[in-house]
């Protein structure tokens, strides 16, 4: 079984929808929660960063953590096109420097 | 100009062969990193450096290695290369504070025949 589980989707959402991106892990100890948005023939760049549980929000992205469920997930609200891209997660131990990453959800966002 | 580019971009070899691919930052950034990605499981640590003298195996690091020349260049091999390493490789490259996020290249995309 993988540290960390992501659905590799595609999801298809039309213009304007709310979007949910979900990852789940097995290793409670993880305390450090990322999310990264990957363009076709891109690297991966951050998006959103938490630290334990809780939720943050940056524009139209919240970023939530649920450490009892050891579920995190990702909402885009008023979804636009150029949002279409693939979204992995990562985690950290709180001493280690090592991501552990999901392998992805493709994103479509049709106009 | 990109702050982290790799070299090249695409690479088509066969079995047997030495490749070297290349990263450079113009970030200033200690630390560096490899990854490699392969559909559906995500990206996987092949090695990694907190500065020039101190490099540390990864998850996958069998097959691979790695050269830190200076603080902005950090290089990998592989020595003889295998069908299944045809992968996209990543190059990631972070400040000291172990809450920085980690910078990405545009990667390599690797095929071996």
């Known amino acids: 079984q993988k540290e960390v589980e992501q659905d590799p989707g595609p999801l298809s959402v039309p213009e304007g929808a709310i979007v949910s991106l979900n990852c789940t892990y097995s290793n409670s100890a993880f305390q450090y929660f990322m999310w990264y948005r990957q363009y076709s023939r891109k690297g991966p760049e951050l998006l959103m960063y938490t630290y334990s549980s809780g939720n943050k929000e940056d524009g139209r992205f919240t970023a939530q953590v649920d450490k009892s469920s050891k579920y995190i997930s990702l909402f885009i609200r008023d979804s636009q096109p150029s949002d279409s891209a693939t979204y992995l997660c990562a985690m950290r131990r709180d001493s280690n420097y090592q991501l552990i990453w999901g392998a992805g959800t493709k994103l479509i966002i049709k106009p | 100009d990109a702050d982290v580019t790799q070299t090249p971009r695409n690479r088509i070899t066969k079995t047997g062969k030495r490749i070297m691919l290349e990263c450079s930052q113009t970030?200033?950034?200690?630390?560096m990193y490899w990854y490699r990605q392969d559909p559906g499981l995500g990206l996987r640590l092949i090695y990694y450096s907190f500065d020039v003298k101190d490099i540390n195996k990864g998850e996958i690091s069998d097959g691979y290695s790695v050269s830190r020349q200076a603080q902005a260049k950090f290089s990998l091999s592989l020595e003889s290369a295998i069908p299944n390493q045809t992968a996209l490789y990543f190059c990631?490259?972070?400040?000291?504070?172990?809450?920085?996020?980690?910078?990405f290249g545009d990667g390599t995309r690797l095929s071996i025949l």
């Open positions: 990631a490259t972070s400040g000291t504070d172990v809450n920085q996020p980690q910078h």
């Open positions: 970030k200033g950034h200690d630390r």
